[in-house]
């Protein structure tokens, strides 16, 4: 389920965790995770490339080069899933965020939140599934466990394959006025989200 974020950098980045947002949301109901709750695992999933973003766009010290977007690139694929886990724990939020975060990728290692963890991995294999604001991914995304495990079929992901761009499309024209938004807005502004990676070559991380 890994991708890369392409041109637009951070707005990329914050479009594909909408979309996923959207996703975790629907895929609730087979968790028995509450809708909004979901919503917010996969809006905040992929947060950590946010802050790396940015810290690898401010003015290093005096006689130190800024990193080449090659190692900003590599930091992202290794490192934005941690710092993801770090601005949870930084900003005092649930701690029921965290294993979703920090474990999107990596559902296994969950230990408090594995169905919430299950969740988002799901979800952002099927952001990855529709290139939002990402790669396309177009493994069988069915022959995975994790998303077996979570009851998700054949014919909810025709459903889904049917109807994927429609929510997606609305998701990002009234995020700014959904009550997840505003839960958010405070976090965003502090790393400065609007801002973030306006550089292209810094759209890359997994």
């Known amino acids: ?33 509450a809708p909004a709750e979901a919503f917010l ?7 950590g ?17 800024l ?18 886990g770090f601005l949870i724990h930084s900003w005092g939020l649930p701690e029921r965020l965290f294993d979703p975060i920090v474990w999107h990728h990596d559902p296994a290692k969950a230990k408090q939140n594995v169905t919430g963890t299950a969740i988002v991995y799901a979800a952002n294999r099927l952001a990855h599934r529709y290139g939002f604001a990402c790669e396309r991914d177009e493994s069988n995304l069915l022959a995975d466990p994790v998303v077996a495990e979570l009851g998700f079929d054949a ?25 997840e938004a505003d839960l958010l807005r405070p976090w965003a502004r502090r790393i400065r989200l609007p801002g973030v990676g306006t550089h292209p070559g810094h759209a890359r991380g997994r």
């Open 1 to 33: 389920g890994a991708g890369r974020c392409p041109g637009g950098a951070g707005r990329g980045c914050v479009e594909h965790c909408i979309g996923t947002a959207g996703r975790s949301g629907f895929l609730a109901a087979s968790g028995g995770e």
């Open 41 to 47: 695992y996969g809006l905040l999933h992929d947060v």
């Open 49 to 65: 490339k946010l802050l790396i973003m940015k810290l690898g766009r401010q003015s290093p010290p005096y006689g130190i080069a």
């Open 67 to 84: 990193p080449a977007d090659s190692e900003i690139d590599e930091i992202l694929v290794e490192m934005h899933a941690e710092a993801g």
């Open 155 to 179: 014919a909810r992901l025709a459903y889904l394959d049917l109807k994927a761009p429609e929510p997606f499309e609305l998701d990002t024209k009234v995020m700014q006025g959904t009550p």
